[in-house]
């Protein structure tokens, strides 16, 4: 497993890592629906969406939006459309915050700068402020607010900015690889991919050796990111393994037998 250095920011995705990515799901439902019945067509089929979803997350990559489009509005081209009024219905209602998350940023308060990373509204963060998460965000790299999407590595770098340090330093949470996982490590920061929402049920042996390590939800991260030697010893030190602590071990198997990055 690879070594967190010396962690001074930690960057959270939020779909998926933070709230529920049903609740995406909800959105870009209703906003198909919306626009079929605009073309005089029934609702979308759910069974089609379902396929179409989890072979877009399996993947790890391509644009769910744009096949959304092919098929349920019949050209991909219509994808911008799409993405624009999904983002009018788009909500984080109550009780969709994972319940993991404010023991999880409450335990990196005060040790890291914490921000979001995100391709998400605006209003997400009254929806954080409601749900006791806001306090906790000193960078807000949001979309929405900034102006650029992940991929982009403009939002990395203003995150960066914001939080005063440099890539090497700063961990990403997220659970896309191709727009969080990949990004993010190409600028040289560390990643944690989290198996839930648009992530596969079952990634496969290459896209778990993808990020730095992989957790199934955010208890054990603080103990990941703080459990490892002091920056010159990881360095000179070829055997990280030797350092895990039980609870790292447990978060090894949460992602399967093979899951384990090298
Ligand atoms: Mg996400």
């Given amino acids: 497993m690879s070594a967190f250095r010396h962690v001074e920011a930690v960057f959270f995705d939020i779909g998926g890592p933070l709230y529920d990515d049903g609740n995406f799901v909800d959105a870009v439902l209703t906003t198909l629906d919306e626009l079929r019945a605009e073309r005089s067509l029934p609702p979308a089929d759910r069974d089609r969406f379902a396929e179409i979803y989890d072979e877009t997350r399996n993947r790890q990559q391509g644009s769910l939006r744009s096949a959304l489009a092919a098929e349920f509005l019949g050209d991909a081209g219509q994808r911008g459309l799409l993405h624009t009024r999904t983002g009018t219905h788009w909500t984080h209602p109550e009780g969709t915050l994972h319940s993991d998350v404010l023991p999880c940023l409450r335990e990196l308060h005060g040790r890291v700068r914490i921000g979001v990373v995100a391709n998400q509204e605006a209003a997400v963060v009254d929806a954080l402020r409601r749900d006791g998460a806001e306090p906790y965000v000193d960078v807000w790299a949001v979309s929405g607010i900034v102006g650029v999407e992940k991929p982009d590595p403009e939002l990395f770098a203003w995150a960066l900015q914001e939080a005063g ?91 399967g037998d093979e899951g384990g990055p090298p």
């Fill in 165 to 255: 340090t440099t890539a090497r330093h700063a961990v990403h949470v997220g659970n896309r690889l191709d727009t969080d996982v990949r990004p993010a490590r190409a600028l040289g920061l560390g990643t944690v991919w989290v198996l839930r929402g648009e992530a596969p049920p079952s990634p496969t042996a290459a896209q778990l050796a993808e990020p730095d390590t992989a957790v199934r939800d955010l208890t054990l991260l603080p103990d990941l990111l703080f459990r490892l030697p002091a920056p010159e010893t990881v360095e000179t030190s070829e055997a990280p393994e030797t350092a895990e602590t039980p609870e790292a071990s447990e978060a090894s198997e949460a992602v």
